[in-house]
C-alpha cells in the first residue's frame, strides 16, 4: 500500500515542483520523488460539501488509487485535488477520472491499457 502524503510542505512542494492536469471531477499533481514507492495526497475543498460529502469523495479516490496501484509507476508523488463536480458521483465515474488523468500525466504502466 502506498504512503499517504501528510504534511503541509510535502503538498506544497507537489504544488510548486509537479505538473497538473485537471477533468471534469478532480486535478492532478504529479512530481517524481526520491523513494521506491509511490505517496497519496488528497485534498477536498469545503466548497465541494459537507463532511460526510467530502470523507465519501476522499474514501473513492483512496480506494481507486488501492486497487490500480499496480499499473501506477512507483516513485512519484500525486496529489488529487476534487473538484466541485465529484459531489455525488459513483465509485465508477471517479475511478475513471483519476485513471485518466494518470494517462495523462504517463504515470500509468503501457501494459495496463
Known amino acids: ?28 499533481y504529479a512530481k517524481k520523488n526520491d523513494l521506491e514507492t509511490g505517496r497519496l495526497g488528497i485534498s477536498v475543498s469545503k466548497k465541494v460539501g ?31 485535488i476534487a473538484r466541485q463536480g465529484a459531489k455525488g458521483r459513483s465509485y465508477f465515474e471517479i475511478n475513471s477520472a483519476m485513471l485518466h488523468l494518470a494517462k495523462l500525466h504517463r504515470i500509468l504502466c503501457e501494459e495496463s491499457n
Open 50 to 80: 459537507n463532511s460526510v460529502v467530502r470523507h465519501r469523495i476522499t474514501r473513492l479516490l483512496r480506494e481507486s488509487y488501492r486497487l490500480n496501484e499496480g499499473k501506477f509507476h512507483s516513485g512519484w508523488d500525486i496529489v488529487v
Open 1 to 28: 500500500m502506498a504512503e499517504s502524503i501528510k504534511r503541509n510542505e510535502d503538498f506544497k512542494k507537489v504544488y510548486q515542483l509537479g505538473k497538473s492536469y485537471a477533468n471534469k471531477y478532480l486535478v492532478m
